[in-house]
């Protein structure tokens, strides 16, 4: 067999990285630049697409089911491949970055499944990119280890039978790589993330008895499904692979993903196994579709909007119904709270709140949710046991009790709670600390004993935007203005200085951060997404 002839891709502005030639082959960019080929103009037009739709919601102030698909939503006989057997139980998933210790960590942390993340909890540096990738091959031969130079820990993985199942998150398709280029064009990010991984693990993990899976992030239409579904097709052609052996879960965490579930479904179905209701983003989103849409559409402080609010209650109850009617494992939401070392209170009050939402996930139908760290997997773990027992899942509950109509997905008024002048604060803090962390190379950042991701950071931002947009009074008396939020944007800098003191504020990021705040909280013209500029601002 003759060598692969050199990649047309050219590796711009890259430092080079320990052992990257075991990733960066010829014939993996060599693959990546078909891909690049083949599909990123679909992924121009559909991100034009998106600009058109918010457009008309600006317009509108409402979305509705699609009329066009309704006879896919009509038709009961069609449903999801079945899902393979390492995807048959997932009622416990943790999330995370693929740095070399937490790919360790979350192997084995008991959970059923790992969602190795490329996106929201991981920032897009060349070396996360590549020895992410780098990682994940070293767990799948299981050459990997790792000692922790600061406390001279070692970390080893368990057997494999005792792993958690890879899930992979490639990043939005509103991303491009900048070190990767065709022709002096980036390639975007989604491309980069999935065709490296693809390339080289898909036989491996046929092999050790699972597969290529997936989970989609983002997604804002059905079309956006059936372009992943046609990289699907063709990237099992090309590495000679079954068709069928790659599984996608979708994230439904944008609003208009909401009302087109069985559409998406119905793209993937031949690679479907499921649907999660990523409910960060999917604040994030109801706030930039709808933040000109006036005081109806204005949402409280983050924390107030828990999953019993009506709309969420909506959202994530149609998701199950959705799900099981076509045979598709229905996830359930984040638990973030990272456990405190030093406060059993905080832990025990955070413990019972993350109990009560995964019971109420279970009894609600879900098959499995996500959680953060590595010691809510047993809480987690207890609430799904109650109602699975030794069953894999739920999806016999079809949940038809169901009825949910469209106005029920946006009606945000219908919660009983008003924006604070603490919940501006909590918002300017968790988007500075998380903006400054993210720069130095860190996607998910503990603040507050919650694992932050670029999906809270986005809410903080939007929520300022919102409300000065709307000219939101806030609990004191105040008026949310331009000049409130940089006077607490000052504060909140001034404070970190105190806290850190002079050095180790200077050697951060805290001033850029701050600024790129202010910039994407005030800015007249709303950037659609927060990690747009600050990418242009991440070194490495």
Known sequence: ?????????????????????????????AFVAELHRRFTPRRDELLARRAERRAEIARTSTL??????????????????????????????????TDRKMTINALNSGARVWL????????????????????????????????????????????????????????????NERHLQLDGRPVPGALVDFGLYFFHNAQRLLDLGKGPYFYLPKT????????????????????????????????????????????????LRDHASGLNAGRWDYLFSIVKNFRDGGERFVLPDRNAVTMTAPFMRAYTELLVRTCHKRGAHAIGGMAAFIPSRRDAEVNKVAFEKVRADKDREAGDGFDGSWVAHPDLVPIAMESFDKVLGDRPNQKDRLREDVDVEAADLIAIDSLDAKPTY????????????????????LGAVAIFNLMEDAATAEISRSQIWQWINAGVVLDNGEQ?????????????????????????????????????????????????????????????
Do not use: C
Not at 490 to 512: H, K, P, V, Y
């Open 422 to 441: 603490a919940g501006l604060v909590n918002a300017v803090q968790v988007g500075v600390r998380y903006i400054e962390a993210w720069l130095r190379g």
């Open 116 to 175: 190795a993340d490329f996106e929201d909890a991981s920032a897009p540096t060349w070396e996360n990119v590549v020895l992410g990738q780098l990682n994940l091959i070293d767990a799948y031969t299981r050459g990997i280890d790792f000692t922790d130079p600061g406390s001279g820990k070692s970390y080893a993985l368990k057997a494999n039978e005792e792993l958690a199942t890879v899930v992979m998150r490639p990043r939005g398709w509103h991303l």
């Open 64 to 97: 509705d089911f699609l009329p066009e698909t309704a006879a896919i939503r009509a038709d009961d006989s069609w449903k999801v491949a079945p899902a393979p057997d390492a995807l048959q139980d997932r009622r416990v998933e943790i999330t995370g970055p």
């Open 480 to 540: 949310v203005t331009a000049e409130l939020a940089r006077k607490v944007a000052a504060e909140e800098l001034a404070n970190i200085r105190a806290e850190l003191g002079d050095e180790a504020f200077t050697a951060g990021n805290w001033q850029q951060a701050h600024d790129l705040l202010l910039t994407v909280s005030l800015d007249a013209d709303y950037a659609d997404f927060l990690t747009l500029p600050a990418y242009e601002q991440l070194k490495g």
């Open 1 to 29: 067999m003759s060598a692969p002839a050199p990649s047309p891709l050219a590796i711009v502005d890259a430092e080079p990285l320990p052992r990257q030639e075991e990733v960066l082959t010829d014939a993996a960019l």
């Open 220 to 267: 804002e239409s059905y079309l956006e499904a059936r372009l992943w579904n046609d990289i699907f097709v063709f990237a099992q052609d090309y590495v000679g692979i079954p068709q069928g052996t790659v599984r996608a879960t979708v994230l439904i965490e944008t609003i208009t993903a909401a009302y087109e579930m069985e559409e998406i479904l119905y793209e």
